[in-house]
């Protein structure tokens, strides 16, 4: 396994005034960091900002949370690349993946010390997505309290709930998670 560098340097981010400045520095970064059979690209994602893919060896940002913060604040753009780019660090240099220490080691080495495994934004949802219609739910068994809405029924069969949990509340939700058809609210399934 490969040591955990002392330092890492990357080109300068710039100022940025479209998504392609954005890509041009997260080609650049991935060169810089040695990681230039990677990609990057766009996604559609509304649940979440950016992704890194093992198998793949690519790295995505949601095309709509660009858009939204693109201008708004950049910085936050460029923490979800370098959130990203620890990810692909940590798997190709360790064969580790998640947000464990390894992964904070490489975003410390890159510059945003304390990353967390996700953060709050404000929605970024496009409004054509928001006013698509919510036909299944994803909630507690016993309380009713919603955690997910989907417009198509997710591929999600009785054994996966069974191990199916909510992140920070797993103790209260493992095992207790439903999805529910909205048209039939009595429907366990």
Not at 104 to 129: N, R, V
Not at 165 to 179: A, D, S
Request: proline fraction near 3%; charge should be positive; glycine fraction near 6%.
């Amino acid at each position: 396994m490969n040591q955990i560098p002392d330092s890492i340097e990357l080109p300068s981010a710039g100022k940025w005034a479209e998504p392609a400045d954005v890509e041009a520095w997260a080609l650049a970064c991935l060169i810089a960091l040695g990681l230039s059979d990677w990609s990057f690209g766009w996604d559609r994602a509304v649940r979440r900002l950016g992704c890194c893919s093992y198998t793949r060896r690519r790295i995505t940002l949601s095309r709509h949370y660009v858009a939204a913060y693109l201008l708004k604040n950049a910085d936050m753009v460029r923490r979800t690349v370098l959130h990203e780019l620890a990810h692909a660090l940590t798997m190709v240099r360790h064969h580790k993946s998640g947000h464990g220490w390894l992964w904070q080691q490489y975003c410390t080495l890159l510059g945003i010390a304390g990353e967390q495994a996700s953060c709050k934004c404000d929605d970024f949802t496009p409004a054509h997505y928001r006013a698509r219609k919510i036909r299944y739910v994803l909630c507690h068994r016993q309380t009713g309290e919603i955690f997910r809405r989907y417009t198509v029924k997710p591929r999600k069969n009785a054994r996966s709930l069974a191990r199916t949990y909510i992140v920070g509340r797993k103790e209260e939700t493992l095992g207790q998670l439903i999805l529910r058809c909205v048209d039939e609210p009595s429907a366990g399934k």
